[in-house]
């Protein structure tokens, strides 16, 4: 959120403030901010993944061969 607008800040406000006081921010981030939430998640699990050996990757490559020899 530190690379936001003056104006997608004001957006962002207004969108929290409907929500109730224990609500997760996340609730109001807009599709751009919630996609770019999203990658972030999805690099940094691939990352630790492959730094651990990359198991998730072999699984996925293992199924992707059962798929396609059926």
Known sequence: ??????????EFQER?????AGAPE???YST???LRL???LMY???MEDWNNGAPIF???EQENAEV???
């Open 44 to 46: 940094d699990r691939a």
């Open 58 to 60: 072999r699984k996925i």
């Open 16 to 20: 929290l403030s409907k929500f109730h």
């Open 26 to 28: 996340t609730l109001a």
């Open 1 to 10: 959120m530190d690379d936001m607008t003056k104006e997608e800040i004001e």
């Open 32 to 34: 751009k901010q919630r």
């Open 68 to 70: 396609k020899d059926n």
């Open 38 to 40: 999203l990658a972030n």
